[in-house]
């Protein structure tokens, strides 16, 4: 297993689907989206449904019977008008989610989704199924996997790199290669920052960002912690994200 990370969407390399494409995609969005659809899965939702596009999103949720469907999105780290949700992974609660289709737009990472749909394996990641997410590559063994960051309006993101770095490291403990630099600084980050996460991420620029916009430090905390649910989010179909649990 070879593994790569890019940063943001448009560093993905035009490749996929031919013989130099990647067998397995991992997208990250630390703060907040793919934590946000780790607890959703985690606490019942039937799928995550990922939008790049907003028209899209209420054309299609309009299908689902209103009592089964929950519109979760945010532009600019604040909840959109006239949905239900932000993208807050406190709020994804059972009692909220169970059993419900989430329909779900954000600023970053749900962009990076929509880049590397048409890979055979999708799945996310964030630092709470970390370990979830590297024994089922580990146990599916996919030759070339490529990690992609969400970042932040196209630009580089601290914590999305961080949690690069800490599922390279489970990968490369049990053999994993490292494929292009950017997975070697990735790693070197997380070594710098792996004894306080939480750190790491209220340093980020999207990390104060929050911090400006009001009182997340529930968020924060959720969102750093690692290794503590067993759920790999895993596209079943186009855009579309169940939970498969290791």
């Excluded at 146990?139 to 993101?157: A, C, H, K, L, N």
């Excluded at 999305?160 to 630099?181: E, W």
């Excluded at 790693?187 to 750190?199: G, I, M, S, Y």
């Amino acid at each position: 297993m070879q593994v790569s990370y890019f940063h943001v969407a448009a560093d993905v390399p035009d490749a996929i689907g031919t013989p130099d494409g990647p067998d397995a995609a991992v997208v990250i969005d630390v703060l907040r989206a793919t934590t946000t659809i780790a607890w959703a899965l985690h606490n019942g939702a039937e799928a995550v449904q990922a939008f790049a596009d907003l028209d899209e999103l209420r054309l299609q949720s309009q299908q689902w019977p209103e009592n089964t469907r929950l519109l979760l999105g945010e532009r600019g780290g604040r909840m959109l008008e006239g949905f239900d949700l932000g993208n807050s992974p406190v709020a994804v609660i059972p009692d909220v989610v169970k059993g419900k289709r989430l329909f779900m737009s954000t600023t970053n990472g749900t962009r990076a989704l929509q880049r590397v749909r048409e890979v055979s394996m999708v799945m996310t990641v964030a630092l709470p199924n970390r370990q979830a997410v590297a024994k089922q590559l580990l146990r599916d063994q996919p030759e070339r996997v490529w990690m992609v960051g969400s970042g932040w309006e196209g630009t580089y993101s601290l914590e999305d790199s961080l949690a690069a770095g800490a599922l390279a490291d489970a990968l490369v403990t049990s053999g994993a290669g490292i494929a292009n630099d950017e997975m070697q600084a990735a790693l070197a980050l997380w070594a710098q920052w792996k004894h306080d996460p939480e750190a790491c991420l209220r340093t980020a620029s999207h990390g104060q960002r929050l911090t400006r916009l009001g009182n997340h430090d529930a968020d924060f905390s959720c969102c750093a912690g690692l290794d503590q649910l067993s759920v790999v989010p895993t596209q079943t179909e186009p855009g579309v994200l169940r939970s498969i649990s290791v």
